[in-house]
């Protein structure tokens, strides 16, 4: 049996975190390949494994794919101004990610998740669901891997809208595809509040919807 007071807090304080990412701490290679061994153990859609890690440490070019990141800075203020002003929690979000977006270049780790043979299909639900669920347990498992060992991260999507652009700085092969983008860093402190969520009474239906 595992102390649940533990697991729960790593569970529920596993934050996006943006801006208390420590720019300035370099991060251990053997750390971040603990942590994608951790990640390997996650379940995929007929034991296939097609898990793959690209993992950026050199300063130009964690630079080129912060440069295509901020463009989705436009999208951010576009959506953030359609948001009511007492969402108070979300404009915070929109706010942080903003500066995540101007500083991901000074993160000493860019990791970009990805898996091979990208479906032909996108049409097809299911295989839709498959794809995804055979590599986001094992980022998930990853970013929970990070934080037991001190260390933040945060899912972002917004460089997805120039994927083969990306994939052209990178090398990434045409059957390959990314599915995220995290800045990986040790915290400046490590007490994460728990987030304002709903009673999960109101979100769950028995037996029928």
Not at 118 to 130: E, I, L, S
């Amino acid at each position: 049996m595992f102390k649940l007071e533990e697991t729960d807090k790593l569970l529920t304080t596993t934050r996006a975190v943006r801006r208390r990412l420590d720019f300035d701490r370099p991060v251990e290679r053997e750390v971040l390949l603990d942590c994608v061994r951790i990640s390997q153990q996650a379940p995929t859609g007929s034991n296939s494994q097609k898990w793959r890690w690209v993992i950026l440490t050199d300063a130009q070019k964690k630079l080129a794919i912060a440069e295509v990141y901020r463009r989705g800075c436009a999208i951010l203020d576009t959506v953030q101004a359609d948001t009511p002003a007492e969402e108070q929690q979300t404009h915070r979000v929109y706010d942080s990610a903003r500066f995540l977006a101007l500083n991901l270049h000074r993160a000493p780790v860019i990791v970009i998740p990805c898996i091979e043979d990208r479906p032909a299909n996108f049409n097809d639900h299911c295989v839709t669901a498959t794809t995804y669920g055979s590599i986001l347990p094992a980022v998930w498992s990853f970013q929970l891997a990070l934080r037991s060992r001190g260390l933040g991260s945060a899912w972002t999507t917004l460089h997805l809208i120039w994927e083969q652009e990306v994939a052209g700085l990178l090398d990434i092969p045409n059957d390959v595809m990314q599915v995220a983008l995290l800045p990986v860093a040790y915290t400046v402190g490590q007490e994460f509040k728990l987030a304002d969520r709903p009673d999960p009474e109101s979100i769950v239906h028995w037996n029928c919807w």
